[in-house]
């Protein structure tokens, strides 16, 4: 006989975030450790606070090209032979930098993690960022930026921060710099960059694994002996939108078979106090797959493979934007609803039924976060980078369970801005802009031939 | 107990296995590291099973399994597991497709049921209406990864190419737009009874459990559901360890970057010359230390970036494929040049030993990296039992990468990389390029 009754959960067994330490070593650099020892295996993750908003205005893309070059060549080894002997120790250093850090990863088994941190801390204390290399990596930028051109998501992303934001704000332009930006920065900008911003006292080093935190406090106090004291001075951002009414961009891709639609208007800054309301009612409104956007356009209308709606979490207020790919002929039909879906969580509170829903996984998926090393790591980051407390983790789901619906329909009238949406298509003007124009979302303008 | 104060013993992940009468093979690796459990389901049917004029049937079929079942609701399945803190997903693949979750461990008992609700009783909640919306959204699927995504025709490209006609792999799995119309309700229910049944499955089970307890929970579960009654064979699919001559195929794409896919048939997933394919696939092509990106990016600086691959393929052929995307500044013919001399010189002179132990030291790491995540471990023990019904296999990986010596990797190369065994799959931007270079370099190797 087949069962049909749904079974009941058993009783749930209790789970912590991993315990860790925070200190200051004498050096100044900060050291965050978590001993997780389920298989022989840590990851060492180097914090910088100089994220792509350090950038000086025509320098854009210099904190991600220093980071990127970073590992190109030291004193004592050139980017090929310092590749070469990550990799035959198994493991190979990444490194970049986003809005608000520079961060160098490296992963490893355990009997390579002292060897592998030791040849990373001189690296990194010692690079040279070759002229050879500055250019080489220059141009796999720009070649990068070339491909946008012909990939519809990340052209859609650009565009749509680059019409958000004034023109004066970092966040206009992408992390990684334009093509006028990154052709004309030099070695000596990427030196300057790292004399300056890289610094004990900016400076996190977190590890997480398969070794005790004393083992790890010597191996980088060691590793990291001739990092250069100091802090570097933070930066002030602007972060404001480029136009205060709706409007709406067409960047014309003839024949496209989809449109690559983006929503949206300036977010919330990381460390706003409604975080935990606004992560809730963002989680009904295109968070999840079951959330209203993705439902509306993709099971009950299938005018899409997937619908989703996030708040981009930075320092400074980050977008909150609606993305999606919808077939080109149903480009208006799919922003209508999307409109719809943002002002109808706004003008009623939510049911019961979806609060628990997005209340229930957020709270109980926490524990799957953070079965790896690198996530454990990554976690840890997130307290450094956007300065929350020490018991963040552990009053995490606490604080996702004490929202209600009432506190979702205060964070979306407060937080979701219907006046200020800006509207970002990448698809074939032909086709879309007479019937986009008849929704009247505010001005329409049409980019490119 | 299999483990002690949460850590994996000497790196082995447990291994217990059962089989259900009514064929079900189940695999069941149990820990106490964290409070969450995976859920993992192979059957053994994937695009080579589909017939004719029912191109992307297996992956239309693997999004009806998320709309419902007897005693579940349209998206019910999803939302279930959402609420009780799980991830989900399935997918689909030449020769299987999979389904999983992972969940808190007190959900157990929930994500076995509904994986057996929809193995058992599918068919009484399919609809019309459900299968048009969902041939929709397949649609825009296939849209907006293949149609509308700069290279996005690649895997159906290189299927063309590489196979011959009527080989079960040479078909899409996306499948395409008149195909996708013309499935039906019927084919749901043909396709179910001969290829969703217990003995065409593998259960894995890895995490946070009692054994005792998940064996009876799956024997409750699973255990009335019937036997399948076998599936058709597949056509014949041995083909010569080697194409027998160079191909190649140009496609003049909307991409801004030529970008050269250079294939070799090599040895099935598994076997012992495998693991020096993929050894070898390392050499060529992971990380920066590779022969490609050092030389290509790095020194020469014609690649913007470079990689290789092996498909992983268990039925007979696997393939191992180069990847290279040109700089803006170098032509069609330059990059293609390039690459053939690069391959040249690897199949002329060998690879040295420093070379093969760089690759099985990245390869290691990855591979304990990966033991990391429960949903990881489940699916791998799936994949081994369904191809080689030895989900103990699992722990014989890190053994037998490590055995694989310059010696072989070069008996590989020599025997796979030469130029009767290459396919060149060449992307050119359709706008600004010189077609008449491209088509004199077409005449040169074709």
Known sequence: MVVTLRPQPGQARSYQFPDFRDEKLPSGIRLVTAPVVKLPLATVLVIIDAGSTSDAAGKEGVAALAAGTLLEGSTRFDGAELAEKFEQLGTSVESGADWDSTFIKITTVSDKLEEATKLLGEAISNPTFPEREVERLKGERLAEILQLETEPRGLADEKFAEFLYAPDSRYSKPDEGTSESVSALSRKDLNEFYRARYRAGSTTVIVAGDISTDSSRELIRRAFQNWPSGAARTQSLVAIARTSGRSVHVVNKPEAPQSELRVGHVGLPRNHPEFFQTLLMNAVLGGLFGSRINLNLREAHGYTYGASSFYDWRRGPGPFVVSTAVQSEVTAAALREIFLEIDRIRSERISEEELSLARDYLDRVFPIRYETTAAIASALATLVIYDLPADYYGSYRRNIRAVTADAVLRAAKAHLHPDELQTVMVGDAQVIADSVADLSLGELHIHGS | ?446
């Open chain 2, 1 to 446: 107990m299999a483990l002690h104060g949460g850590q994996f013993t000497r790196m082995r992940i447990p291994v217990e296995t059962f089989h259900l009468d009514n064929g079900l093979f189940v695999t069941l690796s149990e820990d106490h590291i964290a409070p969450i459990v995976a859920v993992n389901l192979w059957y053994h049917v994937g695009s080579a099973n589909e017939k004719t004029g029912r191109t992307g049937f297996a992956h239309l079929f693997e999004h009806m399994l998320f709309q419902g079942s007897a005693h579940v609701g349209v998206n019910e399945h999803f939302e279930l597991i959402q609420r009780a803190g799980g991830t989900l997903n399935g997918s689909t693949w030449l020769e299987r497709t999979n389904y999983f979750e992972t969940v808190p461990s007190n959900e157990l008992a929930l994500a076995l049921w509904l994986e057996a609700d929809r193995m058992g009783e599918l068919l009484p909640a399919m609809t019309q209406e459900k299968l048009d919306n969902q041939r929709d959204v397949v649609k825009n699927e296939r849209r907006w990864a293949v149609d509308n995504q700069p290279y996005g025709t690649m895997l159906e490209k290189m299927q063309e190419l590489v196979f011959p006609p009527s080989h079960p792999f040479q078909h899409s799995l996306i499948g395409s737009m008149e195909d996708l119309s013309a499935a039906s309700l019927d084919d749901i229910g043909q396709f179910l009874t001969t290829y969703y049944t217990p003995d065409n499955a593998v259960l894995s089970i890895a995490g946070d459990f009692d054994s005792d307890e998940a064996r009876k929970l799956v024997t409750e579960y699973f255990g009335p559901i019937p036997k399948g009654k076998g599936k058709p064979p597949l056509p014949p699919m041995n083909l010569p360890p080697v194409f027998g001559r160079s191909l190649r195929e140009v496609v003049y794409d909307n991409v801004s970057l030529p970008r050269l896919f250079m294939a070799f048939r090599s040895p099935i997933f598994g076997s012992d010359e495998y693991y020096a394919a993929s050894v070898a696939s390392a050499v060529l092509g992971t990380r920066k230390g590779s022969r490609l990106h050092r030389s290509l990016v790095r020194e020469r600086q014609i690649a913007a970036d470079a990689g290789a691959f092996t498909f992983d393929l268990a039925k007979m052929t696997d393939l191992l494929v180069a990847d290279v995307t040109a700089r803006p500044e170098i032509s069609v013919a330059q990059l293609e040049d390039e690459v053939d001399r690069e391959i040249e010189l690897v199949y002329r002179e060998g690879v040295a030993e420093s070379e093969v132990k760089r690759a099985i030291a990245l390869i290691e790491t990855d591979l304990v990296v990966s033991l990391q995540s429960a949903g990881e471990r489940a699916d791998r023990l799936s994949m081994f039992a369904t191809y080689f019904n030895r989900p103990e296999l699992i722990n014989e990986q890190a053994d037998r990468y490590r055995s694989v010596t310059a010696g072989r990797v070069n008996d590989f190369i020599s025997e796979r990389l030469g130029e009767d065994n290459r396919a060149s799959l060449l992307y050119v931007p359709k706008e600004g390029v010189e077609t008449e270079s491209v088509l004199a370099a077409a005449a040169g190797t074709g």
